[in-house]
């Protein structure tokens, strides 16, 4: 795309500045004609109605996860509040999407947000700054919650799920753009769950909960090795605006 300098009355400052923007939207352009989200052309995306920085390390926000933002606030509200400042862990967090939501809405509580990249852990602590939450939020570079100890009241996670063999067949707009780390899951999409379940169920104090996002069919997989750790299962699968059982989560009762 050519675009001519504004010549005649127009002011020289207004000309170029309606110069640059037409060069910055020829860039945009040609970066979204290659498939990349619009999103990661902006820099910043929106969830659970807070905007949040992004970077090549962090997976762009769905609203896929917004359920498990909900089905964890569900799950707190079931029983009676701790004695207690609510303490959450999210592993794998990326933008910090999940942690930051819900300390969005929980004004009490302290969260600590983990993840193998110290790049997204970088961008996640930026939002927390912008959001105001910095304060109640800390931030550990480990493998989920490896690194981690004492009792969480809630855990949350989002972590890789597709099959390694699907990677390729995803849309370019995630294949090409999201780090594969956090997206590959192994050859049946489950191996980040079978290391962080058992971590999480050692951390969870009485009457906790894990949250868990899930891709399509895999609900009932994660609901095994819930179980297995002897969490209990309260309610079904939250299900997304598409009707997938997209949000897993089980409950550490007392002995």
């Known amino acids: ?26 860039k945009y352009v040609s970066r979204r004609i290659v498939r990349e989200p619009v999103a990661r052309i902006l820099g910043h995306k929106e969830f659970w109605g807070l905007p949040l920085l992004l970077s090549p390390a962090t997976l762009v926000p769905r609203p896929d996860t917004e359920t498990v933002v909900e089905l964890a606030l569900e799950m707190l509200r079931a029983v009676p509040p701790p004695d207690h400042r609510l303490r959450i ?23 600590i947000a983990t993840d193998v ?13 912008n959001l105001g939450l910095a304060r109640r939020a800390a931030f ?87 179980t297995a750790t002897g969490l209990m299962l309260e309610r079904p699968a939250k299900t997304d605006l598409a009707g997938i059982r997209r949000a897993v989560a089980g409950r550490r009762l007392p002995p």
């Open 117 to 129: 990249s110290v790049a997204a852990l970088r961008t996640a602590s930026a939002n927390a700054v």
């Open 140 to 226: 550990v570079a480990c493998n989920y919650a490896a690194a981690l100890s004492n009792p969480f009241d809630l855990i949350v996670s989002n972590p890789p799920y597709i099959r390694s063999t699907e990677i390729a067949e995803l849309a370019s707009e995630v294949r090409d753009y999201d780090p594969h780390r956090a997206l590959d899951g192994g050859t049946d999409g489950l191996d980040a769950y079978r290391v962080l379940v058992p971590q999480a169920a050692r951390l969870l104090a009485h009457r906790g909960v894990l949250v868990v996002e899930v891709g399509q069919g895999q609900s009932g997989d994660i609901e095994e090795l819930i």
């Open 1 to 26: 795309m050519y675009v001519s300098r504004p010549t005649g009355a127009t002011a020289p400052a207004e000309a170029s500045r309606l110069f640059d923007e037409a060069e910055a939207i020829e």
């Open 89 to 111: 862990a999210d592993n794998g967090t990326g933008s910090g999407a999940i942690l930051l939501a819900l300390l969005s809405e929980l004004p009490d509580a302290f969260g």
